[in-house]
């Protein structure tokens, strides 16, 4: 599976896996990643390689969009000698981005990557599955560069994995300076995540014979009319 994902299609965004691979080789296995609920989660549980134990803050119970950011800056101020990358969801960066005035205040050198999509893809991505449409799902579009300028931290933008390399470098200089850092990171989702192929399936094969018929029915002819 590493091999068939590090191989991938180039979509013209950056591949999870490139990234997460690219992130992991670049800081070394002493880092801590903090996660969002929803595919930055599920994408870091499938794809790191973790060599010890309180490697990975993830809200694995609740599912509380809005963690990676806070959790980052918790993590760094508890083992400032870790490089600490945050996997933040642009819709869950809404939520608690503005906690890296905090950052900057005081000089917790988080690396923050805000992977973004324009959707809240998790919940986008069942949904399409169920129902062939995206219903309150979508992000607008938001400008990451001035908030970070007015929250006093670096800014970066990754949007291919060509870039991936220098991106990270960059990245890197400035957290091993003492500077907090968000990157703005245009990821690609579109190979679903195993959690998302699993719940599907899983939630299907609960249901009675003639339930699954009907949905898989009523999934095929929205797929079909596009209605």
């Given at each position: 599976m590493d091999g068939e994902r590090a191989a991938g299609s180039d979509t013209g965004r950056v591949s999870p896996y490139r990234l997460l691979?690219?992130?992991?080789?670049?800081?070394?296995?002493?880092?801590?990643?903090t996660a969002d609920s929803g595919n930055g989660t599920f994408l870091a549980v499938e794809m790191l390689?973790?060599?010890?134990?309180?490697?990975?803050?993830?809200?694995?119970?609740?599912?509380?969009?809005?963690?990676?950011?806070?959790?980052?800056?918790?993590?760094?101020?508890?083992?400032?000698?870790c490089p600490v990358i945050a996997l933040a969801g642009d819709g869950a960066f809404l939520m608690t981005g503005l906690e890296l005035l905090t950052a900057a205040q005081l000089g917790v050198a988080a690396a923050v990557f805000v992977l973004n999509d324009g959707e809240l893809a998790q919940i986008a991505q069942f949904q399409e599955v169920a129902l062939n449409r995206k219903t309150a799902s979508i992000l607008p579009g938001y400008d990451l560069e001035p908030l970070a300028r007015a929250l006093r931290v670096e800014f970066l933008t990754l949007d291919r994995d060509a870039d991936i390399a220098a991106v990270?470098?960059?990245?890197?200089?400035?957290?091993?300076?003492?500077?907090?850092?968000?990157?703005?990171?245009?990821?690609?989702?579109s190979e679903k995540t195993f959690f998302t192929r699993g719940v599907v399936k899983t939630t299907l094969l609960r249901l009675p014979w003639r339930d699954r018929l009907r949905f898989v029915a009523r999934a095929l002819a929205r797929k079909v009319i596009g209605g």
């Open positions: 691979r690219g992130l992991q080789e670049k800081f070394g296995s002493d880092s801590i990643f390689r973790l060599e010890k134990p309180g490697k990975l803050l993830a809200p694995v119970d609740y599912s509380c969009m809005g963690y990676a950011v806070p959790a980052a800056i918790g993590a760094k101020l508890a083992r400032p000698e990270l470098d960059r990245a890197a200089a400035l957290t091993a300076a003492g500077r907090p850092v968000l990157v703005d990171t245009a990821i690609d989702y």
